[in-house]
């Protein structure tokens, strides 16, 4: 038999009931033998997810925070005391999971950012422990299994890891054959070192993306708080259209700007190994959700899929004389780049011009003007004929739809629709696939625009 990997959300595991419910749906498939957790999310909009009061906890060594700190500590008991009640989960078993907590907070650790990440992915760790135990209590053979003893190994940044190959084979071997159902922590995995290292935030979904893949599993459930993936953010676009399938490309797109419902990065792992991934809503298993899908034929009339936007970018804009002659530009310009840890986020080229556009948010401690003059030095520009020029908050907003390639109408329509909205893009960059179009506007003017091309293009 072919197993699936379900993963749950927080706001599906947000209190004891939503927590049987899931259970419920768990136990009515005997093919859902990997289930990845979350933290416990929202009980309702207002308040704070378990992870957020765990960053408060973890970053409250000083005065300052004490307040948060102890304001967090009471919702982590408040919030397990009521879902361990609701649940059944004996005393002592929670008691055990809360002295994990303060053991975390009292260890010694090499950096600020290695704290943080052992309290954080305590909220995973607590939940899965949790789950398991009931479902135990419910008859059914079921087992905690932590990523340390599973192999599921991490590298990279705190906050932002990323997976070791070396996850796939050992995960491979470890998790073979289950005869219990598994429940597995999602979010984090353990470095070389033996520390733990969480993914970036929502990361839960690679986690079971990762198990998917490695166990080349007959699918990859998501179940998440809404329906499916929409056609746009819902609180940019009133009633945005429901997506039914949508291709792994398409999707990597619409994430990378914002689309939240699926984690970016967990896209490469089940696109890699071809998983059929299904995101669908806790709340209504006997709805259809939505399907990605390596290939997709859209309809005639489809154009464009799905809109999307990001905000916070910063542009640096290079207008140098015969830029075309001098061998190695652009890798002087990138190398400036690489040499402060930056990221390029875009690069648009004109005849004696480049775009480098990267996300604003890491231009902390005057990196800005170390870049912008690193970038007048080495680029050797000559203010008489020259330019050099940034802008901030700039934001990315993004057209995806495999029909795009056929409509030859498309871009025309866009930018029709942004200049009846009275939005003139500043940079627009189109990839060769034809699957997408970028359009760089100010922040300000971006949900204009996501609405401007949605009402155009799709509804
Ligand atoms: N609990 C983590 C977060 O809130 C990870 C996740 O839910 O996927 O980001």
């Known amino acids: 038999m072919e197993y699936k990997v379900a993963k749950f959300g927080g706001s599906s595991l947000a209190t004891a009931d939503r927590i049987k419910h899931v259970c419920d749906v768990v136990l009515s498939d005997p093919a859902r033998k990997y289930v990845v957790v ?3 999310g929202k009980k309702e909009d207002k308040e704070h997810k378990v992870t957020d009061h765990l960053i408060n906890i973890a970053r409250s060594g000083s005065h300052i925070h004490a307040y948060t700190a102890r304001h967090s500590l009471d919702f982590l008991n408040q919030r397990y005391n009521e879902i361990a009640e609701g649940i059944g989960i004996n005393p002592v078993f929670l008691e055990r999971i809360m002295e994990d907590l303060e053991s975390r907070r009292a260890s ?11 309290i954080k992915a305590w909220g995973e760790d607590s939940n899965a422990r949790i789950i398991a135990e009931h479902l135990k209590l419910r008859g059914v053979y079921a087992t905690y299994v932590n990523p340390r003893v599973a192999g599921f190994a991490v590298e990279g940044n705190f906050g ?16 073979a054959l289950p005869e219990a159902v598994i429940i597995f922590p999602g979010f984090f995995g353990y470095t070389k070192q033996g520390h733990v290292a969480t993914f970036s935030r929502g990361g839960s979904d690679l986690t079971g993306a990762v198990i998917a893949a490695a166990m080349n599993a007959r699918e990859y459930e998501n179940w998440t708080d809404v329906d499916g993936i929409y056609s746009a ?4 676009v009133a009633e945005p259209s429901l997506i039914r399938y949508v291709t792994y490309s398409e999707l990597r797109e619409l994430s990378y700007m914002g689309f939240s419902v699926f984690h970016d ?13 299904h995101i669908r809503n806790t709340s209504k298993p ?17 154009v464009v899929l799905g809109v999307a936007c990001k905000k916070d970018f910063c542009s640096f804009d290079i207008r140098k004389d015969n830029m075309n002659k001098e061998i190695g530009f652009l890798a002087r310009a990138t190398n400036v780049f ?39 030095t080495e680029l050797r520009i000559n203010d008489a004929i020259d330019a050099l020029d940034f802008t901030m908050d700039r934001a990315m907003v993004i057209a995806v739809g495999e029909g795009m390639k056929r409509h030859l109408d498309a871009e025309a329509r866009i930018t029709g629709a942004l200049s009846k909205a009275k939005i003139k893009p500043g940079m627009i960059s189109k990839p060769e696939h034809g699957l997408s179009i970028i359009y760089g506007v100010g922040n300000d003017e971006a949900e204009d625009a996501v609405r401007a091309i949605h009402s155009e293009m799709i509804k």
Do not use: W
């Open 265 to 277: 990065e967990a896209i490469s792992p089940v696109r890699r190994n071809m998983i059929p991934t």
């Open 338 to 376: 690489n040499n402060y840890h930056i990221s390029i986020e875009h690069m648009t080229t004109g005849v004696d011009f480049v775009s480098v556009v990267i996300s604003q948010n890491q231009l902390d401690n005057g990196k800005l003007d170390e870049i912008y003059r690193a970038l007048h």
């Open 160 to 175: 932002n890891a990323s997976v070791s190959q070396s996850t796939y084979p050992n995960l491979e071997k470890s998790l």
């Open 233 to 236: 953010d819902p609180r940019i």
């Open 286 to 302: 006997e709805e259809q959700g939505s399907k990605i899908v390596t290939k997709r034929i859209p309809s005639l009339n489809e």
């Open 108 to 118: 010694k650790y090499d950096s600020p950012a290695a704290k943080e990440d052992a």
């Open 38 to 40: 979350s933290a416990p």
